[in-house]
């Protein structure tokens, strides 16, 4: 064999090798690529309860108790997740809503934004999971933590049975927001039904020291309050975690809308607003009223 030809069988021999590496790489990229799946909920899966319907029958008559309750009836709720940690704001949470009011379930793990992104319904099996009432706001969760508080709380679902308890639905899916007044969400708010539920006030802005203010404090991570009033000079708190991405920032000066997750702190008896993130807060630049 001449030197060319050698030259020729040498550079076939490459090119064959290069192209069988980049097939299997390709099947391999592939391979590693999880499917989403069908944008449909699970066959033979339904809700039997409204959230409404669950929490009359289950979480007000022990919304008094000093422990979390284990839940022992096979019922299943289900809603659109309203609120995610994608930005920090909620820890471990996912919030979910249906037509009827909203609830929140406790997970222990980060990164819930993944498989319980916001707008997917979801359906929880209640049935082995606890209820407790967090100074007013339900949560639903897996253990009593007795290790956090100086009382008993609920503990998060440990994340390998998350699944044995929340199902995975459709996603991209709208999620309804109820407007309101200042007015209407401090004094004719159904504390009960109407928490953990998407809510927009309009025609408001952040208190002036406020906006000279961080959301949160970023360095303690300690979570921070802040005020937004209407032109009547109603305010909401609207309070932020020192773990969410927007902590270190300063609220918008301006006035319009903003939205949240409406939680209820029965201690003071304070309604509070839990922004998703910065995006819920929809100002332009319209004259202030104060």
Known sequence: MTSVQIKKAAAAVMLCTAIVLAVVSCKKDNFDIPSPGANIDPAGVHATMTIKQFKQAYCVPNMNSYLPVMLTDSVIISGIVNADDRSGNFYKIISLQDSTGGIQIKVGSSYLYQDYPIGRRIFIKTKGLLFFNYTGTFELGGYIDTTTSTFPNVGAIVIDKAADHIIKGQWGLDIPVVHKTTAQLTFNTDNINEQSTLIQLDDMEFGRFDTTQTYADAVTKASVDRTVYDCS????????????????????????????????YSVHNVPQLILRDTSDIMFTNAPRCH
């Open 233 to 264: 000079n109603y305010g909401v708190t609207v309070r932020s975690s020192g773990y969410a991405n927007f902590a270190s920032l300063k609220p918008n000066k301006g006035h319009g809308s903003i939205r949240g997750v409406y939680t209820y």
